[in-house]
């Protein structure tokens, strides 16, 4: 029985090898680009919990914007994968070129959104019931907040689709170089501005968005200068602007798998986003609780998110290159490790429940929820990459309108009406209805093994896509 097992769900050391090899610089990169977050969040919770909620409100929506972002590169990344399995650079030219015309659209819808209606968008997260002034100050901050952020829309967008398709290429490392280099830059400019260091003035939260949106910049700078000097590494690149043209047959194919994809990482975060609003009905100090236990369990919760990210890329390369039952064997052994590391990872989460908090300059009852939303988290957190690790696999064969099921059925079929009901017409206590909603991710888990088990998702789709 062990020996099946291990067959099945464990890999040689060549395998792992070249596993570690792609997800470890993209874990490094998100690990990176959280920990920015981390230091801001903690710099700014220095400064005062409603410049700390003001901020936390803010980034639900730019949380929005960003997985919006990743849906519209997810669709054609889809097709990049299989075309550079199958050798096929001409192909991936045109996903790219599709890439950079979605990512433009959604920043300037964005952008739209967020500049005229950041004022209402803000109260939707603040109760009434909470003090007169301390409404004030966290709109205050809020709207000082997201008018430097709508900047930073424009180099995030277009850093993605770059590296999107640098990494369908195995170069994970140029996308952690420009993370890390933006880390240094962002948390000198955030200590700088914040708190008025070296000669700088104290600009609290507008010095934090400043160094937010400076960091981004680098960011993208990074992989749009190493993508376009390395044109023999990234053969896609080649006469990029020169004719900017799709084959029409190709367009109607990305649209039809991407669409469901974009529409379900934005209405996913868009649900999440809604949650966040439930739980807000309870005062702002669940919200600034549920801030803090958010930024540590995101940080830990990059190692889950990029080995997903892994699994698309590596099954959709075999899935592309018609080795089809590889791929299977390699998506087992993928989300089987997927799993395990990421229990680990809890495992260390855990001691830090208490700890975390202590760096916030809040009250002790803030700091006791946040303790205990972070220990239920860390629970969850297995759950969450064994779902995240179907979701790609699905994704990985180009089944995009069940993965919309999958993602956006469970948020709003239970997760928001539970959310909802609970926050809205109970009396109970927030901790036991924090545990119950985050919890109820084993629903998603029973669906998306079955999914998984179906092999549904095994197909080539490349084979027959028009690339000429």
Not at 46 to 68: L, P
Not at 217 to 227: K, S
């Amino acid at each position: 029985m062990f020996k099946n097992f291990r067959e099945k769900y464990i890999g040689d050391k060549q395998f792992y090898k070249n596993v570690l090899f792609m997800v470890i610089p993209m874990i490094l990169q998100n690990l990176v680009t959280n920990f920015v977050s981390l230091i801001d969040n903690i710099m700014v919770g220095q400064v005062g919990t409603e410049q700390m909620n003001g901020v936390s409100i803010v980034n639900q929506y730019i949380f929005v914007f960003n997985i919006t972002v990743f849906g519209a590169v997810a669709g054609p990344s889809i097709f990049g994968a299989q075309f550079f399995g199958k050798g096929d650079h001409e192909g991936q030219k045109y996903t790219f070129r599709y890439r950079l015309i979605a990512v433009s659209l959604i920043i300037a819808i964005g952008a739209v959104i967020f500049g005229f209606f950041s004022e209402p968008l803000i109260n939707l997260f603040i109760s009434k019931d909470d003090a007169p002034e301390r409404i004030a100050e966290t709109l205050k901050y809020g709207k000082e907040y997201m008018l430097y952020m709508l900047i930073g829309l424009i180099p995030f967008g277009i850093g993605q689709a770059y590296s999107s398709v640098v990494r369908e290429c195995g170069e994970t490392r140029i996308p952690m170089i420009g993370s890390m280099a933006a880390v240094v830059f962002n948390v000198f400019l955030d200590y700088a501005l914040i708190f008025g260091k070296f000669g700088f003035p104290e600009m609290g939260v507008k010095g934090a968005a400043i160094a937010t949106v400076a960091a981004k910049f680098i960011e993208a700078l990074v992989v749009i200068v190493w993508t376009h000097a390395n044109p023999k590494k990234n053969k896609f690149i080649v006469g990029i602007f020169r004719r900017f043209t799709i084959p029409r047959e190709l367009v109607w194919k990305m649209l039809i798998k991407g669409l469901p994809l974009l529409c379900n990482e934005f209405l996913w975060a868009a649900g999440m986003s809604i949650i966040a609003q439930c739980y807000s009905v309870r005062g702002l100090d669940v919200v600034a609780a549920r801030n803090i236990s958010s930024t540590m369990t995101n940080l830990f919760g990059a190692i889950y998110i990029q080995l997903g990210c892994c699994i698309g890329i590596i099954v959709g390369a075999k899935l592309g290159a018609n080795k089809l039952k590889e791929a299977r064997s390699t998506d087992d052994k993928l989300l089987f490790f997927s799993v395990a590391v990421t229990v680990v990872a809890a495992i260390i989460v855990i001691p830090f429940a208490d700890i975390f908090p202590r760096l916030y300059n809040t009250t002790d009852e803030i700091r006791s929820l946040a303790a205990y939303m972070i220990i239920i988290q860390a629970i969850a957190m297995p759950l969450w990459a064994y779902t995240n690790a179907c979701y790609f696999t699905l994704r990985s064969g180009g089944k995009t309108g069940i993965t919309f099921l999958f993602d956006f059925g469970y948020t709003f079929l239970l997760m928001i009406p539970l959310a909802f009901i609970l926050s809205y017409f109970t009396d109970m206590d927030i901790r036991p209805l924090w545990a119950v909603v985050t919890l109820s991710e084993i629903v998603k888990v029973i669906i998306g093994y079955f999914m998984v088990k179906s092999d549904l998702w095994i197909n080539n789709i490349v084979d027959t896509a028009e690339n000429q």
